[in-house]
């Protein structure tokens, strides 16, 4: 079974969002559902990016203070 994600474009275009965090996004819209929820943990993130999970938690960061996902918990809202 193929895998896809859907990029939002806003989140591509954004100049003031770092590479990483535009990479983090697309790996983590690959396990979102029809409600682009999801809940990869953040080891697999790294894991797939070749990052440390620090990066991962920061670039997350970076992606929810420019309001592209919201975290709760484990569970991953894109936006």
Known sequence: MKRFGIVNHDVVTDPELSLQAKGIYAVVSTYCNSNRTCY????????????STRTVDRKLKELKN??????????????
């Open 40 to 51: 990869p943990s953040i080891a697999t993130i790294a894991d797939l990016c070749d990052v």
């Open 66 to 79: 420019k309001g592209y996902l919201q975290r709760n918990g484990k569970i991953i809202k894109l936006s």
